[in-house]
């Protein structure tokens, strides 16, 4: 009952988000702003469920309450799944924000959180912004939230990204994206973020959304400045990610230590195993077993990219999921 595992995707709506996750097969409603794509996800409040196979219709949870370590390795020792996978539309910037630390999120009554982001597509004038620029100090930055607006432009570190960056967002690290920008996002199990700025948007009953100063001020690394985009492979104590060139066939293994996560880039992939053959198409995901053990990828027509995402041997346990 363990192969290659596909999941529906949640459809989030955002203020900020589009329809561009149309291109990458995702249904989107009519005169829906989809921002995310939660497309592996463990939450209480949003189960992934099979879209493939013998147990079509199984919950992610069910799948580990029924198959535990068998599924998600040695290294996991946990009983939630400890990832998150998003696609993101930013049609909009993103908020101003951060995510709790480890040592502080359970005091702020959140979850710790720490992120990477691979950027699927990019506008000609797509920017992330991440990081303090040099020199700023916190009360530099108190000073600049009480005036809003362009005091802001002078505080961050902004630059110009383009498809096929990475970067990492550490916990801490203050951050936004862009518009015009299609995101693959792999993160911590946790939906906690503390907006510290959104740029006088309001909704559609024009009200502006919530922002968390407090939490946001208490979690910021204020000895962060200027972080630069972080090229693949990328390895931290939650997760590792690296980037897979396939042209014609190649091989990999699932060693029961950690369960594998395939995202595809670019062309398409089958991933066979067995008597079980999946296609892989760009902006999809598919769950490895950790005791599948050995696979086949074969690209299509073209070399195929893909993203490879595992549990690191020093990985901890999630605070609160």
Same mark, same amino acid.
């Given at each position: 009952?363990?192969?290659?595992?596909?999941?529906?995707?949640?459809?989030?709506? =955002?203020?900020?988000?589009?329809?561009?996750?149309?291109?990458?097969?995702?249904?989107?409603?009519?005169?829906?702003?989809?921002?995310?794509?939660?497309?592996?996800?463990?939450?209480?409040?949003?189960?992934?469920?099979?879209?493939?196979?013998?147990?079509?219709?199984? &919950?992610?949870?069910?799948?580990?309450?029924?198959?535990?370590?068998?599924?998600?390795?040695?290294?996991?020792?946990?009983?939630?799944?400890?990832?998150?996978?998003?696609? @993101?539309?930013?049609?909009?910037?993103?908020?101003?924000?951060?995510?709790? $630390?480890?040592?502080?999120? /359970?005091?702020?009554?959140?979850?710790?959180?720490?992120?990477?982001?691979?950027?699927?597509?990019?506008?000609?004038?797509?920017?992330?912004?991440?990081?303090? =620029?040099?020199?700023?100090?916190?009360?530099?930055?108190?000073?600049?939230?009480?005036?809003?607006?362009?005091?802001?432009?002078?505080? *961050?570190?902004?630059?110009?990204?383009?498809?096929?960056?990475?970067?990492?967002?550490?916990?801490?690290?203050?951050?936004?994206?862009?518009?015009?920008?299609?995101?693959?996002?792999?993160?911590?199990?946790?939906?906690?973020?503390?907006?510290?700025?959104?740029?006088? =948007?309001?909704?559609?009953?024009?009200?502006?959304?919530?922002?968390?100063?407090?939490?946001?001020?208490?979690?910021?690394?204020?000895?962060?400045?200027?972080? /630069?985009?972080?090229?693949? $492979?990328?390895?931290?104590?939650?997760?590792?990610?690296?980037?897979?060139?396939?042209?014609?066939?190649?091989?990999? =293994?699932?060693?029961?230590?950690? *369960?594998?996560?395939?995202?595809?880039?670019?062309?398409?992939?089958?991933?066979?195993?067995?008597?079980?053959?999946?296609?892989?198409?760009?902006?999809? *995901?598919?769950?490895?077993?950790?005791? @599948?053990?050995?696979?086949?990828?074969?690209?299509?027509?073209? $070399?195929?990219?893909?993203?490879?995402?595992?549990?690191?041997?020093?990985?901890?346990?999630? &605070?609160?999921?």
């Amino acid at each position: 009952m363990l192969y290659p595992f596909k999941f529906n995707p949640i459809l989030v709506e =955002r203020i900020w988000g589009g329809n561009a996750l149309a291109r990458y097969g995702k249904t989107i409603p009519a005169g829906k702003r989809i921002g995310e794509t939660w497309e592996i996800s463990d939450r209480l409040e949003a189960q992934s469920v099979v879209a493939n196979g013998p147990v079509t219709g199984q &919950t992610l949870h069910q799948l580990i309450q029924q198959h535990g370590a068998l599924l998600l390795g040695t290294n996991c020792r946990s009983d939630r799944f400890p990832l998150l996978i998003k696609l @993101l539309d930013a049609r909009e910037r993103l908020s101003l924000q951060v995510h709790p $630390p480890a040592k502080l999120a /359970a005091l702020l009554g959140g979850e710790p959180k720490t992120e990477m982001w691979y950027v699927l597509d990019a506008t000609p004038d797509a920017k992330l912004i991440a990081g303090l =620029r040099r020199g700023v100090t916190r009360q530099q930055f108190e000073d600049a939230i009480k005036q809003g607006g362009p005091a802001f432009q002078k505080c *961050f570190h902004q630059f110009p990204v383009h498809a096929g960056e990475s970067l990492f967002v550490p916990s801490g690290r203050l951050h936004a994206i862009g518009a015009g920008l299609v995101i693959a996002e792999i993160q911590q199990n946790s939906d906690t973020t503390y907006r510290v700025y959104d740029w006088d =948007r309001v909704d559609n009953a024009g009200k502006p959304r919530t922002l968390h100063i407090r939490e946001s001020l208490a979690s910021i690394d204020f000895n962060d400045f200027e972080p /630069a985009p972080t090229p693949l $492979p990328i390895k931290c104590e939650h997760f590792a990610v690296e980037q897979l060139d396939i042209a014609g066939k190649a091989t990999g =293994r699932c060693d029961d230590t950690s *369960f594998q996560i395939l995202g595809g880039v670019t062309g398409e992939t089958a991933i066979a195993t067995g008597s079980f053959t999946e296609q892989l198409h760009p902006g999809e *995901f598919v769950l490895l077993p950790a005791t @599948l053990g050995d696979y086949q990828l074969t690209a299509g027509v073209s $070399p195929a990219k893909l993203l490879r995402v595992f549990v690191p041997s020093q990985m901890r346990s999630p &605070t609160r999921i």
